[in-house]
């Protein structure tokens, strides 16, 4: 993938994230920064990197990892509470600026990439983009809008997060204070919660 250093610089701003949430399944509590390898819309399309993603609002971050494109098409969009039991959630905030570059707005376009890379259900455009911002040029992440909520959302390359980032305990979401407003701000109800 071609990308102009000119642009990118451009586009590259120093971002200090404050409180920013991160939703993971249960098992990975203890670990709240801990990161794997996957198929998501800015990972390593050969492994090479990690990242950790982070929502602005919890209404995001639960579309992003739990709801995401289930209830395309249904009136009823309700989740058992056994599912929200399996998940909880960590506020993650930066120990200073950290360099991203910025896809919120008009950012792909000035980098001449598809769209698709940032918002669309496909994310082979955003693995190969994101690999090319990692391996050519010293950034930290990269920060985008939700397809889902258009909410901000920030993904931090592995070798940012430990020296950079710090998080809170997990706690259940279940258990979260700001659980129902969220939900009720994506048009989702949990069936069982008390």
């Given at each position: 993938?071609?990308?102009?250093?000119?642009?990118?610089?451009?586009?590259?701003l120093p971002f200090w994230p404050k409180a920013y949430l991160r939703v993971m399944p249960k098992a990975h509590a203890a670990t709240p920064l801990g990161m794997g390898?996957?198929?998501?819309?800015?990972?390593a399309p050969d492994n090479s990197f990690q990242l950790v993603y982070l929502a602005r609002n919890l209404a995001t971050a639960i579309a992003e990892?739990?709801?995401?494109?289930?209830f395309e098409g249904r009136a009823k969009r309700v989740l058992d509470i056994t599912e929200v039991e399996d998940w909880v959630v960590s506020e993650v905030s930066a120990r200073e600026p950290i360099t991203v570059i910025d896809l919120r707005t008009t950012g792909l376009?000035?980098?001449?990439?598809?769209?698709?890379?940032?918002?669309?259900?496909?994310?082979?455009?955003g693995r190969r983009l994101s690999k090319a911002l990692h391996d050519r040029f010293v950034v930290d992440g990269v920060?985008?809008?939700?397809?889902?909520?258009?909410?901000?959302?920030?993904?931090v390359y592995d070798r940012a997060v430990n020296s950079k980032l710090q998080s809170?305990?997990?706690?259940?979401?279940?258990?979260h204070a700001g659980l129902i407003?969220?939900?009720?701000?994506?048009n989702v109800s949990v069936r069982g919660l008390a």
């Open positions: 993938m071609k990308l102009d250093p000119k642009v990118v610089a451009d586009l590259a390898f996957g198929q998501t819309r800015f990972a990892t739990i709801v995401r494109d289930r376009f000035k980098l001449g990439v598809t769209t698709n890379a940032a918002r669309a259900k496909q994310q082979a455009a920060l985008y809008s939700s397809r889902l909520t258009s909410a901000e959302c920030l993904a809170t305990a997990a706690v259940s979401l279940a258990q407003a969220a939900l009720t701000a994506i």
